[in-house]
T-cell receptor, first 111, second 116 residues
């Protein structure tokens, strides 16, 4: 059975801190690893990682995939209160449309 | 470009009833996937549709079904509701559901279903 595990499950930091969120996966016929941010309702897309070792960046956020170790990390530098959310990672298999999600990391950023 | 639209946003039903949820994908997207989100189980895949055909299905009982119309809009139906069906139901659309950036799934705001 496909499995995605995220750590830590929750994290409390202060504005300006740097955080690293972890995601390990065991997904049959793995194709890509996706990161989402969920605040109120709809998860919003952050990154899709398909190739190992290539860092993707968007502003203060960056992510990288290690396909040998079946692992991905999401880094957020200079955190802001607006970064407070649940961060979800998900493995996409080659079969159609199925994302297997981790439990999520609840990030709380205090002023 | 409008995002993924789900209706209704909230539903309250009683055990034994059935419910239909609707999802309109982003214009041009032809793949629609459905997920159930609960505090205990997280986000779990229900099924995926493309060109009116179900291509993939998760491990949910037959009470959960869906369909897709020629305009790519999709509906999900749950029959004989149980208390455990209370959840946030999310739908996501992508261009084709296959290959590279066309696989990015964009989510709607969800339908919150409460079963009493």
């Amino acid at each position: 059975e496909d499995k995605v595990v995220q750590s830590p499950l929750s994290l409390v930091v202060h504005e300006g801190d740097t955080v690293t969120l972890n995601c390990s996966y065991e997904v049959t016929n793995f194709r890509s690893l996706l990161w989402y941010k969920q605040e109120k309702k709809a998860p919003t897309f952050l990154f899709m990682l398909t190739s190992s070792g290539i860092e993707k960046k968007s502003g203060r956020l960056s992510s990288i995939l290690d396909k040998k170790e079946l692992f991905s990390i999401l880094n957020i530098t200079a955190t802001q209160t607006g970064d407070s959310a649940v961060y979800l990672c998900a493995g996409l298999e080659t079969a159609y449309g199925k994302l297997t999600f981790g439990q999520g990391t609840i990030l709380t950023v205090h002023p | 470009k409008a995002g993924v639209t789900q209706t209704p946003r909230y539903l309250i039903k009683t055990r034994g009833q059935q419910v239909t949820l609707s999802c309109s994908p982003i214009s041009g997207h032809r793949s629609v996937s459905w997920y159930q989100q609960t505090p205990g189980q997280g986000l779990q895949f229900l099924f995926e549709y493309f060109s009116e055909t179900q291509r993939n299905k998760g491990n949910f009982p037959g009470r959960f079904s869906g369909r897709q119309f020629s305009n790519s809009r999709s509906e999900m139906n749950v029959s004989t509701l149980e208390l455990g069906d209370s959840a946030l139901y999310l739908c996501a659309s992508s261009l084709t559901g296959t290959g590279g950036s066309q696989n990015i799934q964009y989510f709607g705001a969800g339908t919150r279903l409460s079963v009493l």
